[in-house]
């Protein structure tokens, strides 16, 4: 992470997350969000039935809790601009009961589900913008 120009690292004491980052072209401007290891990322989608985390979030933050949470395989990132340049929002995660819930479309939410896709209702419409299958 880059902040006012500096390179900054954090580390955390749970799991290793490998990602890789989404195309820019599928982005916002102000949203850069890596796919986690193992995970399919939906742009402009929210699934109904996720769990509301407290707090104010980026998207690398809601991905990154999301993860290192055992019974989290999807969550939903809703953003908006700080008015500063910044990409925050919150944070929705989804267990294995309400991962292929019902998709509304949503310009400001961005879902992440862990693979395998889902299969159901709508979802047989929808494809991935872009995945990260576990090594």
């Given amino acids: 992470m880059t902040v ?13 997350v490998d990602v890789i980052e989404l195309p820019a072209e599928l982005l916002p401007a102000e949203l850069d969000l890596d796919i986690p290891e193992g995970y399919a990322a939906y742009p402009g989608i929210s699934v109904g039935g996720g769990g ?23 969550f939903d990132f809703t953003y908006g601009n700080d008015g500063n340049g910044n990409s925050v929002g919150r944070c929705w995660f989804h267990e294995v009961a309400t991962k292929c819930d019902t998709i509304t479309d949503n310009p400001i939410s961005y879902h992440m589900t862990e693979l395998p896709f889902c299969t159901t209702d709508d979802w047989t419409t929808k494809t991935a913008a872009g995945t990260n299958p576990s090594s």
């Fill in 4 to 16: 006012n120009g500096s390179e900054i690292f954090l580390t955390i004491d749970f799991r290793s």
């Fill in 52 to 74: 509301e985390q407290s707090g104010a979030f980026n998207g690398d933050e809601c991905s990154l809790a999301c993860v290192n949470e055992t019974t989290c395989v999807a």
